[in-house]
């Protein structure tokens, strides 16, 4: 068999397990927003932590040390998210959703693309960065944060205690949102099939999920250019941009589901 017909054979492959799927999750990456321009955070030469300090911009102790600049630094990454479009790969995800009788999209991602695409059933499991929340004791939370909108001291205050305002993202050290990573962990247990993309699963718990639906018994694809810590136990890699691959992917499956429907 040549490349072509063998990842034909692995597209199809994938897509009937998805079409036939009771309970399907998706679980993303910053790979998905790749073709969106959106940098990943360990790719070669373009990754944001070859070129920033996470210790720096994404732990509480960076931000204690330099607030001015952490705040600075996701102020260009939200003007960044704020230019770009979500790609192919989000919006077939958010038409897979319809197609199919249950879905959860899992993402890592804070750039708020899949919900931008339509997505639905989505949980964040490193937060949003146009969301932000009191530094001190009061845990409020601002939506759809505006740096436009805002003039003064950087960072700005809490309006209701006057604590610093950081970012609501999850940084190196800190427990993940708890009920979203409950959620997603009971998820995992019950899924038949685990659909991931664009993660380099090298960072946990995100890294756990298609470990736990694996021994679970469920169906494991992966969607990456590159194969990488969690390839290896992979029933199907589709090896190629999930751009490309995601809207040929739900293509495949809404044909079969027509086919099924008669
Ligand atoms: P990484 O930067 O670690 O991995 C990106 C993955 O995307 C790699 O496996 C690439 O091969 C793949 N990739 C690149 N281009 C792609 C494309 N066009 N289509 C599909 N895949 C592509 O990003 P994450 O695994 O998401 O955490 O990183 C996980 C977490 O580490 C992030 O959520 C962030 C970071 O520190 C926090 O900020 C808490
Ligand atoms: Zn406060």
Redesign the pocket.
């Known amino acids: 068999m040549d490349k072509a017909d063998e990842y034909e054979k692995l597209l199809r492959q994938a897509s009937t397990w998805i079409a036939e799927s009771g309970h399907l999750i998706v679980s993303t990456?910053?790979?998905?927003s790749?073709?969106s321009g959106i940098p990943?955070?360990?790719?070669a030469g373009e990754?944001?932590?070859a070129n920033y300090d996470?210790q720096q911009l994404?732990s509480v102790e960076g931000f204690l040390q330099d607030p001015k600049m952490v705040w600075e630094w996701y102020a260009w990454r939200r003007k960044k998210i704020s230019q770009v479009r979500p790609n192919p790969?989000h919006l077939a995800l958010a038409h897979l959703e319809g197609l199919v009788s249950r879905m959860t999209l899992i993402t890592?991602?804070?750039d708020g693309l899949h919900q931008r695409a339509g997505s639905k059933r989505l949980i964040e499991?490193?937060g949003n960065i146009t969301r932000v929340r009191c530094f001190g004791n009061c845990h409020q939370v601002y939506e759809n944060w505006s740096d436009d909108d805002y003039e003064g001291e950087i960072p700005p205050r809490c309006k209701a205690c006057g604590s610093l305002l950081r970012p609501d993202?999850?940084?190196?050290g800190e427990q993940l949102p708890e009920k979203a990573l409950q959620e997603a962990f009971l998820l995992a247990e019950n899924c038949d099939v685990m659909l991931v993309?664009?993660?380099?699963?090298?960072?946990q718990p995100?890294a756990s999920l298609p470990v736990i639906a694996g021994r679970a018994g469920a169906r494991f694809i992966e969607?990456?250019?590159?194969p990488?810590m969690i390839s290896a136990s992979a029933d199907i890699l589709l090896k190629?941009?999930?751009?490309e691959i995601l809207p040929q992917l739900v293509a495949t499956v809404e044909q079969m589901k027509k086919n099924a429907a008669g």
């Open positions: 990456g910053a790979g998905v790749r073709e990943t955070f360990r790719d990754g944001l932590w996470p994404a790969g890592q991602n804070v499991l490193h993202v999850v940084w190196y993309v664009g993660t380099s699963g090298l960072v995100a969607v990456n250019p590159q990488g190629g941009k999930s751009g």
